[in-house]
């Protein structure tokens, strides 16, 4: 029998992440058309609203259903606008553990909302679900989620040589593919003490099994 995650809302002091749904579509689609985003995933570029709703409605839930992971929105919680997503996939249940990755709307940037959201996302998952390793894999030039993954502790593990493809703008406007070099990151459940302080001060998180 294949272990899943439960369908989750989990609260932080300013977030809601809870399952996506087709009213995140148009917001989806502008957040992964971010030049950004572009040039550190692999999503289609243009990425159109059928893109998105093909992410929402079969390709995120079956993430969850099959034992990869599970796609979480990020939404601010006083407006409810999509902030980003937070993926767990890559999961290894006899491990007890999974790969995060995490995108951030162009709006939302500067205010903290990767690492609030990596890192309620961590502690949900070694407090609630006994996970013991959490990973994440950074282009070496992506200096901004480098910096989330110092903020929530984690400890850099080395650096996969040639591991990843980013894209890069070239003279004319158009995206080349550009060939680079990966540093992965860990965390484990003591790698936590003291980092989630600001959490804690709140009442941590809640979370909600089976939300719907």
Same mark, same amino acid.
């Given at each position: 029998m294949t272990s899943t995650f439960p369908n989750?809302?989990?609260?932080?002091e300013r977030l809601v992440l809870r399952p996506l749904d087709e009213d995140d579509v148009p917001a989806l689609a502008e957040?992964?058309?971010?030049?950004? /985003? /572009?040039?550190w995933t692999t999503v289609a570029h243009p990425y159109t609203e059928a893109d998105a709703r093909e992410w929402i409605t079969r390709l995120a839930p079956e993430e969850r259903t099959a034992g990869r992971g599970i796609v979480l929105a990020v939404t601010e919680f006083l407006t409810q606008r999509l902030v980003g997503i937070v993926h767990l996939r890559n999961t290894?249940? &006899? /491990?007890r553990s999974s790969e995060i990755a995490y995108v951030v709307a162009p709006w939302? &940037? +500067?205010? +903290?909302y990767a690492s609030e959201a990596a890192l309620a996302t961590a502690q949900w998952?070694?407090?609630d679900r006994k996970f013991e390793r959490l990973e994440l894999r950074t282009a070496a030039d992506n200096t901004a989620s480098q910096q989330v993954a110092q903020k929530i502790g984690c400890i850099s593990e080395g650096v996969l040589r040639n591991a990843w493809i980013a894209r890069?703008?070239? +003279?004319d406007g158009t995206w080349t593919e550009v060939r680079t070099d990966v540093i992965v990151w860990s965390l484990l459940p003591e790698d936590l003490a003291g980092v989630g302080e600001q959490l804690a001060d709140t009442g941590g998180f809640t979370s909600y099994s089976d939300w719907n």
């Amino acid at each position: 029998m294949t272990s899943t995650f439960p369908n989750i809302s989990i609260s932080t002091e300013r977030l809601v992440l809870r399952p996506l749904d087709e009213d995140d579509v148009p917001a989806l689609a502008e957040m992964m058309n971010d030049e950004q /985003v /572009v040039a550190w995933t692999t999503v289609a570029h243009p990425y159109t609203e059928a893109d998105a709703r093909e992410w929402i409605t079969r390709l995120a839930p079956e993430e969850r259903t099959a034992g990869r992971g599970i796609v979480l929105a990020v939404t601010e919680f006083l407006t409810q606008r999509l902030v980003g997503i937070v993926h767990l996939r890559n999961t290894d249940w &006899r /491990v007890r553990s999974s790969e995060i990755a995490y995108v951030v709307a162009p709006w939302a &940037r +500067g205010e +903290g909302y990767a690492s609030e959201a990596a890192l309620a996302t961590a502690q949900w998952l070694f407090h609630d679900r006994k996970f013991e390793r959490l990973e994440l894999r950074t282009a070496a030039d992506n200096t901004a989620s480098q910096q989330v993954a110092q903020k929530i502790g984690c400890i850099s593990e080395g650096v996969l040589r040639n591991a990843w493809i980013a894209r890069a703008r070239t +003279g004319d406007g158009t995206w080349t593919e550009v060939r680079t070099d990966v540093i992965v990151w860990s965390l484990l459940p003591e790698d936590l003490a003291g980092v989630g302080e600001q959490l804690a001060d709140t009442g941590g998180f809640t979370s909600y099994s089976d939300w719907n």
